[in-house]
């Protein structure tokens, strides 16, 4: 069957170091991936998109990269700050459906 | 306020009542989705629409029923709300864009739906 993995449990990182999320999937052909944020009590924000040609994208301090033979997508923050705390969802778009299916999220705590 | 709002932001109901969430975006976007977000389920998606008058299914349909007769809304209802119904509904609306994919999804602020 088709699933996504995230690690559930919560990631803790120091202020200005480099926090990195892991998005794994099996089963599935994913033409797009994204990331978004969410906050508690709030909705997702989206974040980042990269198709299944590209292998990184980049926006100010966030990195994704697309491994289509791993089956894995990573996610960057570089000098991370107490800020970036909150739930990064991966989602995944497979080919033509226009539906997505999400991970249940990884928690990430920035210590300052 | 241009964006997607939902309504109403808290409910509690009883077993076996009928309710209905609202959703409304002012985009004027082509798809809209509804998902509950559970602990340890994450979002899953209930019912999504490509454009008004166009629904289908989604990943946990059973128990929704949705209808689109305009583009900017997409009512959710539970026909006869359950315990197992009670959970957080988060809408969210996309357009499509270039190659034929939606670049990103929109989501409204959510709904707290306790069933008693």
């Known amino acids: 069957s088709q699933k996504i993995e995230q690690n559930s449990e919560a990631l803790n990182i120091q202020e200005g170091k480099t926090a990195t999320l892991t998005c794994n999937y099996t089963?599935?052909?994913?033409?797009?991936l994204q990331w978004y944020r969410q906050d508690p009590g709030r909705g997702p924000v989206f974040l980042l998109l990269i198709r299944e040609n590209e292998k990184e994208k980049r926006k100010e301090r966030l990195k994704v990269t697309f491994d289509t033979t791993l089956k894995q997508s990573l996610f960057h923050i570089t000098a991370s700050q107490p800020a970036d705390s909150a739930t990064y969802l991966c989602a995944l778009e497979t080919s033509g459906t226009y539906k997505y299916i999400f991970g249940t999220g990884t928690r990430l705590k920035v210590l300052a | 306020d241009a964006g997607i709002t939902q309504s109403p932001r808290y409910k509690i109901t009883e077993t076996g009542r009928q309710v209905t969430l609202m959703c409304h975006q002012t985009?004027?976007?082509?798809?809209m989705f509804w998902y509950r977000q559970d602990l340890g389920h994450g979002l899953r998606l209930i019912y999504y629409?490509?454009?008004?008058?166009?629904?289908d299914k989604g990943e946990v349909p059973d128990g929704y029923v949705v209808s689109r007769s305009k583009t900017e809304n997409f009512p959710l209802t539970l026909e006869s709300a359950t315990r197992s119904q009670t959970s957080v509904y988060f809408c969210a609306s996309s357009d499509i864009i270039g190659g034929g994919a939606s670049e990103t999804q929109y989501f409204g602020p959510g709904t707290r739906l306790l069933v008693l």
């Open positions: 089963n599935y052909s994913p033409a797009y």
């Open positions: 629409s490509a454009a008004a008058d166009i629904t």
């Open positions: 985009w004027s976007h082509s798809y």
